[in-house]
């Protein structure tokens, strides 16, 4: 993994909204969670105050998006659709940052990324548990290899 990146910058995927972010620790947050949104979502979280995040282009292009008790705010592009940061419930005094929106990173980066229970939510009583671990190992690389089997995806051949 990387060596400290504070600040850091960030983009949707247009580059029509972009960011600064210094991280509360670093990529050690990295994270992720099983809610509904989460779910569906499918990225990978770090954390930062909601101090430190500044958008340096873009604002009137962000969207919020809010569902059950509408504390959590989700913040993307309305233009390209990338979520790019969300005020958390669990901590409304922190956002959580789309890790792939951040600048040289990749979700793929991470090897293992742990998954808490967002179905039990902390704010409703239940205690912070640990849902699992996601894992990515990159595939091998065999020589005439496609472009998306050395980047990791897998892919089924027949």
Known sequence: ????????????????????ARLTDGLRSARRCTCSYCRMRGAIAVSADLDGINITQGSELLTVYQFNTNTAKHYFCSRCGIYTHHQRRSNPKQYGVNVACLEGMSPF??????????????????????????????????????????????????
Do not use: K, W
């Open 1 to 20: 993994m990387r060596a400290p990146i504070d600040p850091i910058n960030g983009a949707c995927h247009c580059g029509g909204v972009r960011f600064t």
């Open 109 to 158: 980066d991470f090897q293992e990324v742990p998954v808490y229970d967002g179905t039990r939510h902390t704010a409703d009583g239940f205690p912070l548990t640990r849902a699992g671990t996601l894992i990515f190992r990159a595939a091998e690389v065999t020589s005439g290899a496609t472009d998306s089997e050395r980047s990791g995806t897998n892919v089924a051949r027949p």
